[in-house]
């Protein structure tokens, strides 16, 4: 049966079809549909995990066990797992293992632009990468026939345009695979004498990966009517350079980005008067090339910043277009803005008010940073406010204690943010954390995390308690607050600033685009009352806007926060009466 379906919904299916019997995994754009859609198949256990290094390392146990296994994540989630990514490759597997990630090209939701083909060179495992989905669907599949047969853990390279978009595959049917168990302490116990034993296996397992690269199908030659170039490309520079030139000129796609085929490349780089090479971001396949002694065109064409497109690359080539326009006018920008009604509004605000520096973490919290609140000075990581806060406070001998924070969201707390409060703790900070805890995981699309009660099938669940387990760790000052309620915000937050030891705030209103969020009546603008001060347009609402000098506010939008009304010195933004 064919099917119209995402990429990565694509992988879901190939994990169901090649037998895969458990999946853990951080939501992380653009990775999070896989495991959402690997869910719904009920001979797939699927949970969320605290974070990446979790998710590979639970995964690896169940490859141990015996059991077809995957975790996935996005780019920078890879850098969170590169901890036993690398030793993983020493150990190998036994029931095939395979690792997603998905990067983000043109950083459409990250916070860099980072080439994930790195990981697979420097931590000597092989990746597949698929351009469409019937391909992220059949090397789903491969990648686990792969992990067996050369006893290693499998990267499945994604990127937001393979995730995200749509074409047509062919269902097959579910394969089992169980293997047995058995205890093998040089294989899997990774202390420096086995260490040192298995490196050289990973050398010869690279080694047999090459050979298998050299004829592997995935690995493919397309011929063109003219020699004059040919294009060496993979992922989405593929449907790109195909779009552009059609079978003009010969092109050879790799479905395997490493290792690759270097015999393959030679022979392919001498049938044709020019070798260009089209990829987006870094110029791996280019340095490969270069080792290689190949002569190609490459990044002095193409720019390592931002995605590729079928008219940027027609653009660079000069040459026309076999498919492919360009729109006559210019999309209008939509900068991203907090949601109507968004819990962080208030508590971004009142930080503002009182000109408080924000170490600020990875979430829709991070639109702090974005006029007209302007709230946040730093983002780095997951986790790094806390950690930042620590060091902040600490360089400058308590003289930014009274007027510092860290925020950061429940989600992102459970990620990486407990051991830097574990940090403060210990060696004693004198600064606030602020958790927003909106009740979901928002950004990645409203995923449960173990702050909410509910596992990744909505099941109910062991629900963190964010005081009990802040207490637990060491902090004593503990208080929440409600950020629709301006004033509980400004006095908590002067009064824990004030405290001559570390504290937590939780700031606790649910995410106003949940379902189970039942909002108050939108408010109106007394025309009379209005006097055209623009007060209420300093939180940056999208449902407020001024209109013939007076504040105006979209019923469609408004979810009766009251926020605004707050900040009204003359009453004109007026709460209707609830039923």
């Known amino acids: 049966m064919k099917q119209l379906i995402l990429g990565n919904e694509a992988v879901a299916r190939g994990l169901y079809e090649a037998g895969c019997a458990f999946v853990s995994s951080y939501p992380g754009t653009p990775s999070t549909e896989i495991t959402e859609a690997v869910a719904k198949y009920q001979e797939v256990y699927a949970e969320w995990a605290p974070n990446e290094k979790v998710a590979m390392e639970a995964a690896f146990g169940a490859s141990l066990a015996g059991r077809r296994s995957f975790c996935g994540m996005k780019h920078v989630g890879l850098n969170v797992a590169a901890d ?22 043109g950083m459409h939701s990250s916070q860099n632009e980072q080439d994930s083909r790195h990981y ?5 495992i092989p990746m597949l990468e698929p351009s469409d989905s019937a391909e992220a669907l059949e090397f789903t599949k491969l990648a686990f026939e792969l992990s067996e047969r050369f006893d290693t853990p499998v990267l499945l390279k994604m990127c937001t345009r393979v995730s995200h978009s749509q074409s047509v595959v062919e269902l097959g049917e579910r394969v089992e695979a169980v293997k047995e168990y058995e205890t093998n302490i040089p294989k899997y116990v990774m202390m420096p004498g086995n260490a040192k034993r298995r490196h050289p296996v990973v050398e010869a397992r690279t080694a047999a990966l090459i050979d298998y690269a050299e004829t592997a199908p995935i690995n493919r030659v397309e011929d063109g009517a003219d020699h004059t170039y040919g294009f060496l490309t993979s992922s989405t520079s593929y449907q790109y350079i195909k779009e552009v030139v059609g079978d003009r000129y010969p092109v050879m796609k790799l479905g395997m980005i490493w290792p690759m085929p270097e015999q393959s490349i030679r022979a392919f780089a001498e049938s044709v008067d020019t070798l260009v090479v089209v990829e987006e971001l870094d110029g791996f396949i280019e340095a490969q090339c270069q080792r290689l002694g190949v002569v190609c065109i490459g990044k002095e064409k193409f720019s390592c910043i931002d995605e590729l497109s079928q008219n940027i690359v027609a653009d660079a080539l000069a040459i026309e277009r076999e498919v492919g326009i360009a729109l006559e006018e210019t999309i209008p920008p939509r900068p ?37 609140l302007n709230a946040v000075d730093s983002v780095i990581c997951m986790g790094a406010s806390v950690s930042g806060l620590h060091g902040f406070s600490k360089s ?19 990620h990486s943010g407990i051991t830097g409060l574990v940090n403060m703790a210990y060696n004693e900070s004198c600064a606030t954390v602020i958790i927003v805890d909106n009740s979901i995981t928002g950004m990645t699309g409203h995923q449960h995390n173990p702050t909410t009660g509910y596992n990744l099938k909505g099941d109910p669940c062991t629900k963190i308690d964010l005081e009990t387990l802040c207490r637990a760790v060491g902090i004593n000052r503990v208080r ?8 509980a915000c400004d006095a908590a937050i002067k009064e824990e600033l004030a405290a001559e030891e570390p504290s937590v705030i939780i700031s606790r209103r649910p995410c106003a685009l949940l379902k189970t969020v039942k909002h108050k009546k939108p408010l109106t603008v007394d025309a ?18 001024m209109a013939d000098g007076k504040a105006k506010v979209d019923g469609t939008q408004c979810v009766g926060c009251g926020v605004c009304e707050q900040l009204c010195k003359v009453g004109a933004l007026v709460a209707p009466k609830e039923d």
Do not use: E, W
């Open 84 to 105: 036993p990514l690398f030793t993983i490759s020493y150990t190998g597997v036994n029931a095939g293992m395979v690792i997603g990630v998905a990067d983000d090209a």
């Open 528 to 545: 009379d009352r209005c006097v055209g001060c623009k007060m209420c347009m300093r939180i940056g609402c999208p449902a407020i806007s």
């Open 336 to 372: 991203p803005v907090m949601c109507a009604g968004c819990p962080h509004r208030g508590l971004f605000y009142t930080l503002k008010k009182n000109k408080i520096t924000v170490l600020g973490d990875i979430g829709c919290y991070t639109l702090g940073a974005v006029a007209p």
């Open 480 to 487: 929440v607050v409600d950020p629709y309620d301006l004033a």
């Open 120 to 124: 697979a060179k420097a931590s000597k």
């Open 396 to 414: 400058q001998q308590g003289a930014a204690d009274n007027k510092t924070v860290a925020v950061i969201g429940d989600s992102t707390f459970i």
